[in-house]
Nanobody, 127 residues
Framework: QVHLVESGGRSVQRGGSLTLSCTGS?????????MGWFRQAPGKKREGVAT?????GYVAESVKGRFTISKSAKNTVVLQMDNLQPEDTARYYC??????????????????????WGEGTQVTVFS
């Protein structure tokens, strides 16, 4: 059974930076596959943030230029968030798909392309 564990969420001042990390385990076939991050703020729809596979990453338009995604190991994904704004406040979820490669549209979707979800880590940005 795939297990995703996130870390790195905390409170930070506007303009600050945070690094979120997620380590996955239990992959039986789609090792080093498509992973990413989604987020959800209270009262808002879940939205994609970024996805990554062995070929590279896709970042949502809403955070492009401020967030980057990478893999530090085959099943560890890192989200670097810079110039954070109050609207980035949300619970951030690590996700993994049962496939090796992400499609560019996954990050703008509703998350249904991803089978496995972590429990999330809270990011709060204050003014």
């Amino acid at each position: 059974q795939v297990h995703l564990v996130e870390s790195g969420g905390r409170s930070v001042q506007r303009g600050g930076s945070l690094t979120l990390s997620c380590t996955g385990s239990g992959f039986t076939f789609y090792d080093n596959g498509c992973m990413g991050w989604f987020r959800q703020a209270p009262g808002k729809k879940r939205e994609g943030v970024a996805t990554v596979d062995r070929d590279g990453g896709y970042v949502a338009e809403s955070v492009k230029g401020r967030f980057t995604i990478s893999k530090s190991a085959k099943n560890t994904v890192v989200l670097q968030m810079d110039n954070l704004q109050p609207e980035d406040t949300a619970r951030y979820y690590c996700v993994a798909a049962d496939r090796f490669y992400c499609q560019y549209w996954f990050v703008e979707g509703d998350g249904s392309d991803f089978t496995h979800w972590g429990e999330g880590t809270q990011v709060t940005v204050f003014s």
